[in-house]
């Protein structure tokens, strides 16, 4: 709409000028011979006024016209440039909002004088919008690209997440990436710009935005990397436009081991590690028993956990039985009642569009039946405030093996807590070691291209000072160097000791083993 308007402008403009001189001259003919201006009738101006006018409308037209349709336009590059029309709020280095759900009148100021290039301007309203929302992390990051927007010596990352559909998540993650910014900018030459994505956790969407990704430009310069997605199904989703474009993706939540490419690093231990290590606490816990697993399948992150848990399980003398946690004809309670009465636990290894479904689950074997003993274990999609809230003490005693938990020996998890008003989970952390090992893989370099991202994150090793806890390098599938831990659910009125979200006395504490 914008172009054709601006055509109509520039095409219109000579024609009102032809037309007027045309106005002008047959003024000049009409009988107005007595009205004299400095001694000469008004007959000779008009004329004058009338051709010159002509004359010039005439000209600019048959410029306009003469152009070449095949000529490129002489259009000044937007911030974002898009190959085609997807919506504006799915990418914001700044110009535009992701997360609706917060009301901040200084956030959109900035926002607006980010958009009209004003970056001081843009900076000094989000430095207040942090203020008034310490825990938005979608302000610290356009604050952190405001200040350095005017550097050359700058490169740009994508922050994929699912805002739309999961907003906690999506923050969570961000929280790590802003965090790692900061950082990184205040401690290097070449700083690093964060472009938001919402991927909506939705595998067409994320077909768009990862391709839009690898082509678009932001603010003439390409994106060099790529951190995210959430859900392995994503990631597997995206890496087809990151491997042909040779563009590195660190994911800092994507566990699967299913997801194998030479641009694919993630910073969380795969479901390989998981799912063993959660197979050897059970066969401790409970001895060679047998136990239901409930699973989603097709889904990369549930059958990659599963195949895991069960080889290890298996090998160490227990058995398994599976049954789909997705169906649509699942009926918890007849499911409970139906299990075979050698079954001693349960294991919940639900992707996470039905996590929810566990807290069902759990509700109906703690219920006043004769499976209400059941112990519960489970995968990383469990541990989340949900889980906590709408379990309540359904879910104590639930185990669940995750990537990261924050000690006292994590100088991150204290910093992080201090910034962010309370204890971080484990995507922020794996996200901040993501975003760190980028700023690594980057250091001062003054010019660095996708290929030589790729290089150097293959070589890079990060210490624990700048990581959530422990040193980290990458192996030659692109996995971290890390092992993962275990959490169970406690009631915080038995053990004040333990941190719990809003609306639950209940929350997560790391086994020591």
Not at 156 to 178: D, F, S, T, W
Not at 299 to 306: A, C, G, K, N, V
Not at 496 to 510: I, M, Q, S
């Amino acid at each position: 709409m914008d172009s054709v308007i601006s055509k109509a402008i520039e095409e219109g403009i000579p024609v009102l000028l032809a037309v007027a001189g045309l106005f002008f001259i047959l003024v000049a003919i009409a009988e107005i011979e007595k009205i004299k201006i400095n001694g000469k009738p008004l007959r000779f101006f008009s004329a004058s006024i009338g051709f010159s006018l002509l004359v010039i409308g005439v000209s600019l037209y048959l410029q306009g016209s003469n152009t070449s349709v095949t000529d490129e336009p002489n259009i000044d590059e937007s911030d974002i440039e898009t190959l085609v029309e997807l919506p504006s709020d799915w990418f914001s280095s700044g110009e535009s909002i992701i997360f609706s759900g917060h009301s901040n009148a200084d956030r959109d100021f900035g926002v607006a004088e980010f958009k009209d290039n004003n970056y001081d301007q843009a900076a000094n309203f989000f430095e207040k919008a942090v203020f008034a929302d310490p825990n938005d992390p979608e302000v610290q990051i356009y604050l952190n690209n405001s200040k350095i927007r005017k550097l050359t010596s700058r490169v740009v990352l994508a922050a994929i997440v699912p805002a739309e559909k999961e907003q906690n998540y999506a923050e969570a993650i961000l929280r790590g990436v802003a965090d790692s910014q900061r950082l990184c900018n205040e401690n290097q030459q070449t700083a690093i710009e964060i472009l938001i994505v919402d991927d909506g956790n939705d595998i067409n969407r994320v077909s768009k935005v990862s391709n839009q990704v690898v082509e678009m430009k932001v603010n003439n310069k390409e994106i060099v990397g790529v951190i995210g997605h959430y859900t392995s199904s994503a990631t597997r989703e995206g890496l087809k436009a990151y491997d042909q474009s040779n563009l590195a993706v660190i994911s800092p939540t994507s566990t699967s081991d299913f997801l194998q490419s030479k641009v694919f690093f993630r910073t969380p231990p795969s479901d390989r590690l998981n799912g063993s290590e959660l197979a050897k606490y059970v066969i401790r816990s409970l001895g060679k028993v047998e136990v239901e697993v409930l699973y989603t399948p097709d889904d990369p992150y549930s059958e990659s956990l599963l195949r895991a848990f069960k080889t290890e399980f298996e090998k160490l003398g227990g058995t398994t039985q599976e049954n789909d946690i997705s169906a649509g004809d699942l009926n918890v309670e007849n499911f409970i009642e139906s299990l075979d009465e050698e079954v001693s636990a349960i294991v919940l290894l639900p992707s996470a569009d039905f996590a929810a479904r566990a807290i069902a689950l759990s509700r109906v074997t703690k219920g006043t039946n004769s499976r209400n003993a059941l112990p519960l274990f489970g995968g990383d999609t469990l541990y989340s405030p949900e889980i906590l809230q709408g379990g309540g003490s359904a879910v104590e005693g639930l185990v669940i093996a995750i990537p990261w938990f924050p000690t006292e020996r994590s100088a991150y998890a204290t910093r992080a807590s201090e910034r962010w008003g309370g204890q971080v989970n484990w995507a922020t952390a794996m996200s901040f070691d993501a975003t760190q090992a980028f700023c690594y893989a980057i250091s001062d370099k003054t010019s660095i291209s996708r290929s030589d991202i790729i290089e150097s994150l293959n070589s890079i090793s990060v210490p624990a000072s700048d990581t959530s806890g422990a040193q980290f390098s990458f192996d030659s599938s692109g996995n971290a160097t890390r092992s993962p831990v275990l959490v169970k659910v406690v009631n915080a009125l038995e053990d004040p000791e333990v941190d719990t979200p809003r609306d639950t006395n209940y929350g997560f504490k790391l086994i020591e083993q």
